[in-house]
T-cell receptor, first 110, second 114 residues
Framework: EDKVVQSPLSLVVHEGDTVTLNCSYE??????LLWYKQEKKAPTFLFML????IEKKSGRLSSILDKKELFSILNITATQTGDSAVYLC??????????FGKGTRLHILP | SQTIHQWPATLVQPVGSPLSLECTVE??????LYWYRQAAGRGLQLLFY??????ISSEVPQNLSASRPQDRQFILSSKKLLLSDSGFYLC?????????????FGEGSRLTVL
């Protein structure tokens, strides 16, 4: 059965800290891995990763995929209170099925 | 540009009543369409997805069903709601085929079953 496992489930850090969120997966016919940020309603897209070892970067956020070990990490440096959210990891297979993990709830203390 | 509309935004329904949530996409053709449910603000559970008209893949059949009567319309239905159907329902679309990947979400429908 396809599955996505995120860790930790929740995390509390102080502003300025660096955090690493983990996502491991088991999926048949993997196509891509996606990261989303959800604050109130609809998730917003962060990254899509398809190739191993190539870091994607956007400001203080970065992510990388390891297709051999079947995991991805999302790094956030110099965290700010606005980074507080649920971070969701998802994987897509070649049938275009997209499944999500349970998310990591990140809380940044001022 | 592409947009996705989902309605109603909120609804409160008694147990045993029917349900219909509707989602339409504008500005693209032949999108992949998805229905997810989110309980307690955590992960999204895939309910149904469709890669074309009349093609519905069901992940959690139970008492829910989905239909795609038109290329850019996706409907989630139930004949008789259960208490456990309460949650936040999200419709999403993505490009299909080799360009598929990023999901674009609607604003969601919050369902409370009493």
């Amino acid at each position: 059965e396809d599955k996505v496992v995120q860790s930790p489930l929740s995390l509390v850090v102080h502003e300025g800290d660096t955090v690493t969120l983990n996502c491991s997966y088991e999926v048949t016919n993997f196509r891509s891995l996606l990261w989303y940020k959800q604050e109130k309603k609809a998730p917003t897209f962060l990254f899509m990763l398809t190739s191993s070892g190539i870091e994607k970067k956007s400001g203080r956020l970065s992510s990388i995929l390891d297709k051999k070990e079947l995991f991805s990490i999302l790094n956030i440096t110099a965290t700010q209170t606005g980074d507080s959210a649920v971070y969701l990891c998802a994987v897509m297979n070649r049938d275009d099925k997209i499944i999500f993990g349970k998310g990591t709830r990140l809380h940044i203390l001022p | 540009s592409q947009t996705i509309h989902q309605w109603p935004a909120t609804l409160v329904q008694p147990v045993g009543s029917p349900l219909s949530l509707e989602c339409t996409v504008e500005g693209t053709s032949n999108p992949n369409l998805y229905w997810y449910r989110q309980a307690a603000g955590r992960g999204l559970q895939l309910l149904f997805y469709s890669v074309g008209i009349g093609q519905i893949s069901s992940e959690v059949p139970q008492n829910l069903s989905a239909s795609r009567p038109q290329d850019r319309q996706f409907i989630l239905s139930s004949k008789k709601l259960l208490l456990s159907d309460s949650g936040f329902y999200l419709c999403a679309w993505s490009l299909g085929g080799a360009d598929s990947g990023e999901l674009f979400f609607g604003e969601g429908s919050r369902l409370t079953v009493l």
